[in-house]
């Protein structure tokens, strides 16, 4: 696979009017397209304070000692901490796990965490629980978008993303990649390894909070290269207040949708202007996996745009690569629609089976 090292140039939407078709069309047409798209930061619900107390939280984890994150590790539903090369995510081409750590929080209940916190972390609970409640409120207004980019009742996808009504497979998650300088990465080699292997995400849609001079994400293009995607998009650094939200489709949206919105492969690496930088920076992101309420049956969507997709390409195969299990239009005969919860159980049992240590 080729590595054109030419950035993608993907759109840059404005979501303050969440009720507006134009603006629906035009996330549709990137979300069909890409798979990906940025979210200009003024219209999501997120001050440039907002983001830097989460990356500040984010870093204060970071920096605690092992013992500490230890008392929270990750359990088999995804919830708590993963250390330095525990996950793989793209096990048949890396020799070794990815360069990185993670700390995943599910659902909070009443600004309560509903799994051990870390005593770095226990303060500023509520904090987490604020940030991950506007991250579901941004979702809201992106999948109100897409539903009437679709031309479905406005509120389809949001009402079945509310965590008022059920527990969902919704994860916020900090990330750090220690920088190339570091003695966490001194075995990277490039061109073999990368800094989180290449996948796609399970849920409907992933937001990713990205910090200027921190490079590293790629997604694959559907010329089959591997292109970078800028922090802060087109030639403005400072048109806006924190960089923008890259916004991408997951499996079970795509699933959803019979494959017409792209869960597009993605990846972080080591750019080589970093590898060469006197000045190498650590990446730290924060992302939020926005699931469906766990029991939301994953029936076809009524859209005629949807139909019309399936009817042109004959709907996803039961082994689709992207989707697992084929589209929600095209279930056998006799057979009940998946759950949100049991797609997203099939998806994680594919990529942890390998690595998760129980
Ligand atoms: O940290 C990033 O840039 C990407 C993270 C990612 O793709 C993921 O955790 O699924
Ligand atoms: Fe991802």
């Not at 549709?28 to 107390?53: I, W």
């Not at 916190?117 to 991250?135: G, K, N, R, V, Y």
């Not at 061109?191 to 909070?209: C, E, P």
Request: hydrophobic share 35%; charged share 20%; aromatic share 10%.
């Amino acid at each position: 696979m080729s590595n054109t090292a030419v950035p993608i140039e993907l759109p840059v939407i404005d979501i303050s009017n969440p009720h507006d078709p134009a603006v629906g069309k035009a996330m549709l047409d990137a979300a069909a397209k890409y798979g990906f798209l940025y979210v200009n930061s003024k219209g999501t619900d997120f001050t440039a304070q907002d983001v830097d107390h989460a990356f500040g939280l984010s870093r204060k984890f970071f920096a605690s000692p092992v013992s500490d994150k230890e008392t929270c590790r990750i359990t088999p539903n995804n919830r708590g901490w993963s250390g330095m090369h525990t996950e793989t995510l793209d096990p048949e081409h890396q020799r070794t796990g990815d360069f990185k750590e993670a700390m995943n929080f599910g659902d909070f209940k009443n600004g309560k965490a509903q799994q051990p916190l870390p005593t770095s972390l226990t303060p500023h609970e509520s904090e987490i629980a604020d940030f991950a409640q506007l991250c579901n409120k941004t979702c809201k207004r992106i999948l109100n978008l897409l539903s009437l980019g679709l031309e479905m009742p406005e509120d389809f996808f949001a009402s079945r993303h509310d965590p008022s009504s059920g527990p969902t497979g919704s994860i916020l998650r900090f990330l750090w990649y220690p920088s190339i300088f570091s003695p966490e990465t001194a075995s990277y080699k490039h061109d073999k390894d990368v800094r989180a292997g290449a996948h796609s995400d399970y849920g409907s849609i992933t937001l990713l909070f990205q910090r200027p001079g921190q490079p590293g994400l790629e997604i694959l293009t559907p010329e089959g290269s591997w292109a970078p995607v800028p922090i802060i998009p087109g030639d403005q650094p400072d048109a806006f207040p924190f960089p923008p939200i890259l916004v991408n489709i997951g499996d079970l949206l795509s699933y959803w949708t019979d494959g017409l919105l792209k869960s597009t492969v993605h990846r972080v690496v080591f750019p080589l202007e970093e590898q060469r930088s006197p000045n190498p920076q650590d990446r730290y992101t924060v992302v939020y996996f926005c699931h469906p309420v766990d029991t939301t049956e994953l029936v076809p969507v009524p859209s005629q745009i949807v139909a019309e997709h399936r009817q042109k390409t004959g709907g996803l195969k039961g082994d689709a690569a992207v989707g697992f299990g084929g589209g929600a239009g095209s279930l056998e005969p006799g057979k009940r629609p998946l759950t949100a919860c049991e797609h997203l159980e099939s998806r994680l049992a594919a990529t942890y089976g390998f690595t998760k240590e129980a």
